[in-house]
């Protein structure tokens, strides 16, 4: 083959593997291969460079699975057969032969994050991550998010975004600031209450995670707010913002300077026959006791709750207290309570040393405890802990308990639930309308050094305070 | 025997032979129907063929060798079942001929040394060249993508990718001569 003819096969070849030959370009290629054995070894190597290309590419996992079933070769263990159970061969065979799932497509990339701390996602979160459909939860910080489409996506946490594709993405809660290139004109922000399409503009909507309020603000462009129920539709130019709330769309008006996006969660929510306070409401409050702990591992944003391992001398225990504020519900008017708890990691201690944690909720029935002040509450004062010395008890005659929830091992974050009868009899027992509700780990270490968990406090800057929904009669 | 059900050891060996030649067997895929994503689909109906008839292997011959009759099958039927005109494919003659070829390449070694000298070729690649062939064969992305992520027009993607892999194979083959 002369080099012209080699050049013109290799393209030809290129082609090929692009899938972008017209039938007179693979009529070409047919000769020029049928002309010489030459010409078949240069297309079969130049084709073998591709396929190896991709195959040491994704053979990331291809790889993993290889090592699985080195163990499996006969020829290095042939003690294998009476190690296995049979129903683990044909376990392994079913792996092999099932049709893996395609691997999504990614249409986006993570390009920077600031002090971001994420809660379980089911994405990559690393600088520079491709990203494919999925949910993404931003804890704090920043979080910039690279569309493909030209469309670029400022999360500030917290806040939870779903992507669905290059051109749509649904912001369950929290703010995201968007820049949409002329490219990606169309893009779509989706929440739960409405549907905010860009027309080419940088524009922030902000999502409360609770009700799905959505408020949207212009910087600049044009921006339109869809009622998905009704289709009704406003347009918002540069400085003008809107506000969906309740049924249909808000007013446009103009933006403020500094806007309020984050609710302080110091107000009563009602949704349906639901009402949910926080302990930032009324006279609510929270707090944590603790032993002797070292000094820097104390914290105001922070309900820290540890059961230390019991020694010869008081190990570090710490117990968190939370009170709410019942006055707008009268006794026995709640059918249904949940206290709702935002985990979060402190660094502190080794998850390691710690099984799956079991916590214990108590309410505190001698109501003349409820009045425990923020800062002064001790150890030795906190009402139905005097005297106690462990980390997992209170005084009996003081609580009652209202059940237990589970953190599996190495869950640090995350929101974890009580409900049920006892709570719901406890609230609506409750005579001073001022619930104290005390929580400890029943789970202690196994050995020094474990974990502290921690919960949001209603002090804390980004994440959401304790909070206890009640569903009235 | 075909009634007869596939003993442990049995399905242990066929596990073995598959995870020791899958990827090998991947490649021989790709080499002939140039689509990673069929190659893929193709592989994983012969992995289900080649269970069905591993009765009829001789534990101890040439697993791979057996392996790619069936697959070469596989990539024909394929082929046939393709919405795509047979005119803007190469024809089932040309196409066992470019398997003759590759039989012969695997018979002589002749990649074993050939994808040493590849992957000190991507080695040599400027990183944004890398970058361009990573974000092609390792996330699989449509040349529409990646002209969305570099800001690039797909035309200009397309040449790059055709250029680079030109001068893959050219410096492959320079390695090859030097050595």
Redesign the interface.
């Known amino acids: 083959m002369n080099p012209d003819q080699k ?1 013109r096969l ?2 030809l ?9 017209s ?1 007179d370009e ?2 070409e ?2 000769a020029l ?2 002309s010489s ?1 030459e010409a ?2 240069i ?17 990331a996992t ?2 993993e ?2 090592e ?3 163990v ?4 290095r263990l042939p003690s ?2 009476q190690l ?1 159970a ?1 129903a683990a ?2 376990a ?2 079913a792996l ?2 099932i ?2 799932e ?2 999504p ?3 986006a ?1 993570m390009e920077t994050t600031e002090a971001a701390r994420w809660e379980s996602s089911n994405l990559p979160t690393g600088d520079g991550s ?1 990203l494919n459909a999925g949910e993404l939860r931003l804890s704090e910080g920043l979080a910039t998010i690279a569309f ?3 469309a670029t996506v400022v999360l500030e946490g917290p806040a939870q975004l779903e992507l669905i594709d ?1 051109m749509n993405c649904l912001l369950k809660g929290g703010t995201a600031v968007t820049e949409v290139e002329e ?1 990606a004109q169309g893009f779509r922000i989706e929440t739960p209450r409405a549907n905010v399409i860009d027309h080419g503009t940088r524009f922030v909507v902000n999502v409360d995670p609770r009700s799905g309020a959505t408020k949207t603000q212009v910087f600049e462009g044009l921006v339109e707010v869809q009622d998905p129920s009704s289709d009704e539709s406003v347009e918002l130019h540069t400085g003008q913002r809107n506000f969906v709330a309740g049924e249909g769309l808000g007013e446009v008006g103009d933006s403020p300077e500094e806007g309020t996006w984050s609710s302080r969660e110091d107000k009563l929510i009602r949704e349906g026959n639901w009402r949910t306070i926080s302990t930032a409401y009324g006279d609510g409050t929270d707090g944590y006791v603790h032993t002797f702990a070292p000094a820097d591992h104390i914290s105001n944003e922070l309900l820290l709750i540890k059961n230390g391992k019991n020694s010869a001398r008081m190990p570090p225990h710490r117990k968190a207290y939370l009170r709410f504020d019942l006055s707008r519900f009268a006794p026995d008017s709640i059918e249904e309570a949940e206290l709702s708890l935002q985990f979060t990691p402190t660094g502190w201690g080794l998850a390691s040393l710690l099984s799956d944690s079991v916590f214990e909720v108590f309410g505190l029935t001698d109501d003349s405890g409820d009045d425990w002040v923020y800062g002064e509450a001790d150890w030795e004062t906190a009402p139905g802990n005097e005297g106690i010395q462990t980390g997992n008890e209170l005084n009996p005659e003081k609580v009652v308990s209202l059940g237990t929830f589970t953190l599996p091992r190495g869950a640090q974050s995350g929101v974890f639930q009580l409900d049920g009868a006892l709570l719901t009899q406890f609230l609506n027992e409750d005579q001073n309308r001022l619930a104290t509700l005390i929580i400890v780990r029943q789970t202690s270490e196994n050995e020094a050094g474990g974990l502290v968990h921690a919960i949001a406090s209603k002090r804390h800057p980004t994440l959401p305070a304790p909070s206890l929904s009640v569903k009235l009669r | 025997m075909d009634s007869e059900p596939p003993t442990d050891e049995r399905t242990e060996a066929f596990l073995g032979l598959l995870g020791e030649h899958e990827k090998k067997l991947g490649i021989y895929v790709t080499g002939l129907i140039a689509c990673p994503q069929d190659a893929q689909d193709i592989l994983q109906e012969g992995k289900i063929i080649m269970w069905r008839q591993f009765h009829k292997f001789e534990l101890g011959t040439n697993f791979p060798a057996w392996a790619r009759k069936i697959l070469f099958h596989q990539i024909l039927s394929y082929r046939r079942q393709s919405k795509r005109h047979p005119s803007e494919r190469l024809s089932d003659r040309m196409l066992e001929l470019l398997s003759e070829e590759s039989e012969t390449a695997i018979r002589e070694q002749r990649w074993i040394k050939r994808e040493a000298a590849l992957k000190e070729c991507v080695l040599k690649l400027p990183d944004d060249h890398r970058e361009i062939l990573q974000m092609r064969y390792r996330d699989e992305s449509s040349i529409e993508s990646i002209s969305h992520r570099t800001d690039r027009t797909e035309g200009a993607i397309y040449r790059l990718l055709s250029r680079l892999r030109k001068n893959l194979f050219e410096c492959v083959e320079q390695e090859l001569t030097e050595a």
């Open positions: 050049n290799l393209e070849a290129n082609g090929h593997i692009e899938q972008k030959l039938a693979i009529s290629l047919e291969l049928d054995a078949r070894r297309f079969t190597d130049f084709m073998h460079d591709h396929a190896s290309l991709h195959w040491d590419h994704i053979s291809e790889e699975n290889i699985d079933f080195e499996y070769r006969p020829s294998l057969p296995l049979a061969v044909v392994l065979l092999v032969l049709r893996p395609a691997a497509e990614s249409f990339t491709r493909d489409s030209g290059s490219s």
